[in-house]
């Protein structure tokens, strides 16, 4: 399984950016899907998830700003992120995980930079 992250980049405060990863598998094979971040010096933090479905979880920073979405046509999950803030800037990681025979399997892709300027 692979997953390609794209649509990072440079980008003010109060700004908005799409981020897209793309499946090279069916996601209805997978039973969630999500973004993480890290953050120069920090932890890699879970960002949002969404599941088969499309029930969704965020983490508290983001409530109201953040949206992820699923299409299932175009295997592909998304991150609108509206309002960016300084502190928003990180890596972001996309997930993909399955849970067979109780066990689970995360997938991870490549990780798109977001630097959101003051």
């Known amino acids: 399984v692979q997953l390609q992250a794209s649509g990072g980049g440079l980008v003010q405060a109060g700004g908005s950016l799409r981020l897209s990863c793309a499946a090279s598998?069916?996601?209805?094979?997978?039973?969630?899907m999500g973004w993480y971040r890290q953050a120069p010096g920090k932890q890699r933090e879970l960002v949002a998830t969404?599941?088969?479905?499309?029930?969704?979880i965020y983490r508290d920073s983001v409530k109201g700003r953040f949206t992820i979405s699923r299409d299932n046509a175009k295997n592909t999950v998304y991150l609108q992120m509206n309002s960016l803030r300084p502190e928003d800037t990180a890596v972001y990681y996309c997930?993909?995980?399955?849970?067979?025979?109780?066990?689970?399997?995360?997938?991870w892709g490549q990780g798109t930079l977001v630097t959101v300027s003051s």
């Open positions: 598998a069916t996601i209805f094979s997978f039973n969630a």
């Open positions: 969404i599941t088969g479905s499309s029930s969704t």
């Open positions: 997930k993909a995980q399955r849970i067979a025979m109780s066990q689970a399997y995360d997938y």
